[in-house]
């Protein structure tokens, strides 16, 4: 029999990255829960495009006590804090009500949310009521788990403590991060073209431009990728002619394009998590929160890259030669963090799993 999943997550963003961490959550789930129906419920305001009530009001809160046998919330950037118009406004994209949140019977879960994604500026401090919101939702959940250590972090100092199990787009498969065809091209994702209207972001894509031109001159096959249909346009000027472009709006294309290269450099980070996910060799930049966040969680800072540092193409270059040469060490620290990481991940579930059966059969 099916198990009725409501999961509240980022909708209609048209940021693919988005819609990898929901399939890898909701890929997850099953497996340790069995089949599942899901019923997507947008999380936030940002994007959604139908008409329906979003987050966790008291409509969809009324809605999952009905239909859901468990409610999943989870996917990206859900806990970052915004700059908000009132200071008692909740400032985080996340929907919560609070009142309406302490009427939710069904079974609650939290996985895969993280903080922090703006480009070249701190993470913001939550307001009070977004404190207190968070705190209620984490202590409605049976199970709750972060995507980085940084959101751990930024959550143990408002009173609520949880785990960092990683993204669940890195664990798309099991497969051992290993050596690939050297046929196969170098993924390049590019940086997203909004961040040249940031301070420092022309400096940012101008490492990638940069580096595009040296792979290029090295004779090195690459296809550069994008995460936004926005981002076309701007790719397609700033891109030497005759660089492919890869970008699709279908998710399986997405990833089918990835198995076939031999390994990603991860100016967006999205692409290094489905790289690794797939098990590839990867170089991640850290440039946001986000990105650094993924950087220390899995232990790479001496093998990632921080583009506002001193030599950092001088670096680049020199890890992407490791890379092309299947360097077995450089394979080793990267399979190493995967499989480290994964086995939190999966022991998470597992546990999560475990507690959600007498909590079903109560219900």
């Known amino acids: 029999m099916s198990l009725r999943v409501h999961h509240y997550c980022p909708q209609g963003t048209r940021n693919i990255g988005d819609d990898l961490v929901v399939l890898a959550l909701r890929q997850t789930l099953q497996r340790h829960l069995g089949p599942c129906t899901f019923t997507t ?36 950037n859900l806990l970052e804090p915004r700059k908000g118009r009132h200071r008692q406004d909740c400032n985080i994209p996340l929907l919560l009500d609070g009142p309406a949140l302490a009427r939710l019977r069904s079974p609650l879960m939290l996985a895969g949310m993280g903080t922090g994604s703006s480009f070249g500026k701190r993470i913001r401090a939550y307001t009070l009521r977004a404190r207190e919101s968070l705190r209620a939702l984490f202590d409605r959940a049976f199970a709750h788990a972060v995507r980085d250590a940084t959101t751990a972090h930024r959550l143990k100092k408002i009173g609520i403590h949880t785990q960092c199990t990683g993204c669940p787009v ?11 065809d050297a046929h196969l091209p170098l993924l390049v994702s590019l940086p997203p073209a909004r961040i040249l209207d940031r301070f420092l972001g022309p400096a940012f894509m101008r490492l990638a431009l940069n580096y595009v031109n040296w792979l290029q001159a090295e004779g090195v096959p690459l296809v550069v990728t994008l995460h936004e249909a926005t981002d076309r346009e701007p790719a397609q000027q700033l891109l ?11 998710l399986q294309g997405l990833i089918a394009r990835f198995e076939q290269c031999r390994g990603v450099i991860g100016f967006r980070l999205h692409a290094a998590l489905l790289g690794m996910g797939l098990g590839k ?10 990105g650094l966040g993924f950087v220390k969680t899995i232990g790479a800072d001496d093998i990632s890259i921080r583009p506002f ?5 001088k670096k680049l270059k020199r890890l992407t030669t490791l890379l092309l040469d299947n360097d077995p060490l450089l394979l080793a620290r990267l399979r190493l963090a995967k499989q480290s990481l994964q086995a939190g991940h999966e022991e998470f579930f597992r546990l999560a799993a475990h507690s959600f059966k007498p909590l079903a059969q109560a219900g």
């Open 281 to 290: 060799p990867i170089i991640p930049v850290g440039v946001d929160w986000r």
């Open 309 to 313: 540092r001193f030599g950092q193409l």
């Open 240 to 250: 030497p002619p005759n660089v492919e472009i890869f970008y699709t709006e279908d």
């Open 41 to 76: 419920i947008s999380a936030s305001e940002r994007g959604s495009a139908t008409l329906r009530p979003a987050g966790l009001c008291l409509a969809n809160i009324e809605r999952s006590n009905a239909e859901a046998d468990l409610v999943l919330v989870g996917g990206s």
């Open 170 to 180: 890195t664990f798309l498969t099991d497969r051992p991060v290993q050596a690939q």
